[in-house]
C-alpha cells in the first residue's frame, strides 16, 4: 500500500506564493503518473497539473504559467510551486499517484489527505 502526505498549504495574500510537497511512501515498484487536483469549496475535485516519470508535465489553462510541477526521485517526493496565486485558486490540494506494484506489476492509484491553501487579502 502507498501512502501520500501532502503539507506546504496556507493562507497567502494575492500575488503570493506556496510550495505544496507530497511525500510518497509505501511498497511501490515504479511511480508512473502523478498529479496535484484542487477542490473549491462546494465543487467538484479538478485536475491541475500532471507529470510523468519521464518528467513530461501538463498544466490546465488557469494555473499555467504560474503553476509548476515538479519531482525528486530520490526521495519520492513530488512537488507543486505556486506563484502570483488568486483568490480564485483557494481550496483543498490533493495529491494523487498511479504507482505499480512489484508482485503483480498491476498499476494501482493512491490520493493524499489533502491540504488547504486559502489566497485571501
Known amino acids: 500500500q502507498v501512502h501520500l502526505v501532502e503539507s506546504g498549504g496556507g493562507l497567502v495574500q494575492p500575488g503570493g506564493s506556496l510550495r505544496l510537497s507530497c511525500a510518497v511512501s509505501g511498497d511501490f515498484f515504479t511511480l508512473n503518473a502523478m498529479a496535484w487536483y484542487r477542490q473549491a469549496p462546494g465543487k467538484k475535485r479538478t485536475l491541475v497539473a500532471t507529470i510523468t516519470s519521464m518528467d513530461d508535465t501538463h498544466y490546465v489553462a488557469p494555473v499555467k504559467g504560474r503553476f509548476t510541477i515538479s519531482k525528486d526521485n530520490a526521495n519520492n517526493t513530488i512537488y507543486l510551486q505556486m506563484n502570483n496565486l488568486k483568490p480564485e485558486d483557494t481550496g483543498v490540494y490533493y495529491c494523487?499517484?498511479?504507482?505499480?506494484?512489484?508482485?503483480?506489476?498491476?498499476?494501482?492509484?493512491?490520493w493524499g489527505q489533502g491540504t488547504q491553501v486559502t489566497v485571501s487579502s
Open positions: 494523487n499517484v498511479d504507482y505499480m506494484v512489484r508482485t503483480s506489476m498491476e498499476i494501482f492509484g493512491s
